[in-house]
């Protein structure tokens, strides 16, 4: 079994920067897609960053330019790098780990809170 543990959490600014990151134990494949999801109070959990073995990423429009993400798979770790953070940015942040070949995967973390203030 693969657990995914999130760190980096935290209150910043508005217009600050704050760096994530998930690290995962475990048997991991290549072939997977790592991603970000965040979930704001009372809304329903939605896809920041995604990004796949080989590197390819792909962004949510609400941080585009903004946020960048990475991931080590030598480390099978991955990172979240944020900046301009703006109020709407706040939540709780999960990276998933999904790979839909055999062996099938989707493991979660277990989030770690992002509060943007002014």
């Known amino acids: 079994q693969v657990q995914l543990v999130e760190s980096g959490g935290g209150l910043v600014q508005t217009g600050g920067s704050l760096g994530l990151s998930c690290s995962a134990s475990?048997?991991?494949?290549?072939?997977?897609?790592w991603a970000w999801y965040r979930q704001a109070p009372g809304k329903q959990r939605e896809l920041v960053a995604s990004?796949?073995?080989?590197?390819?990423?792909d962004y949510a429009a609400s941080v585009e330019d903004r946020f960048t993400i990475s991931r080590n798979n030598a480390k099978n770790t991955m990172s979240l790098q944020m900046n301009s953070l703006k109020d709407e940015d706040t939540g709780v942040y999960y990276c998933?780990?999904?790979?839909?070949?055999?062996?099938?995967?989707?493991?979660w973390g277990q989030g770690t809170q992002v509060t943007v203030s002014s």
């Open positions: 998933r780990a999904t790979r839909k070949w055999l062996p099938k995967y989707d493991y």
């Open positions: 475990g048997q991991i494949f290549s072939g997977d897609v």
């Open positions: 990004i796949t073995s080989g590197g390819t990423t």
